[in-house]
């Protein structure tokens, strides 16, 4: 599992994650205030259940970015405000601790 925390993305940066979005979801984000984007590489299987951890954990719009390879990587952004994405994030990592 790969995490990493974007504080204040550049528009450009926003820009290449929102290529990698499925129409809808990318007229959502434009509807959404955000900080931070927390991305994270995973399973396929890992996907969902993160995705649930982190929308339980904190107030974050979870996206599927496409782009990776859909066999055995693929890739989550988080966005929301800075502490919301954080904790998301935090929530993962001590989950993948647990076990």
Not at 32 to 48: E, I, K, N, P, S
Not at 49 to 72: M, R, W
Not at 83 to 97: F, G
């Amino acid at each position: 599992m790969n995490i990493r925390i974007i504080n204040a993305p550049l528009p450009e940066v926003v820009d290449m994650l929102e290529r990698r979005m499925r129409p809808e979801a990318r007229e959502r984000l434009r509807e959404q205030r955000f900080d931070a984007v927390g991305v994270m590489q995973t399973t396929v299987a890992d996907l969902f259940y993160y995705a649930d951890i982190a929308g339980k954990a904190s107030n974050v719009f979870t996206v599927e970015l496409f782009g990776s390879c859909p066999q055995h990587v693929s890739t989550l952004a988080f966005f929301g405000e800075t502490s919301a994405v954080r904790l998301a994030m935090h929530a993962i990592e001590n989950d993948a601790k647990a076990f």
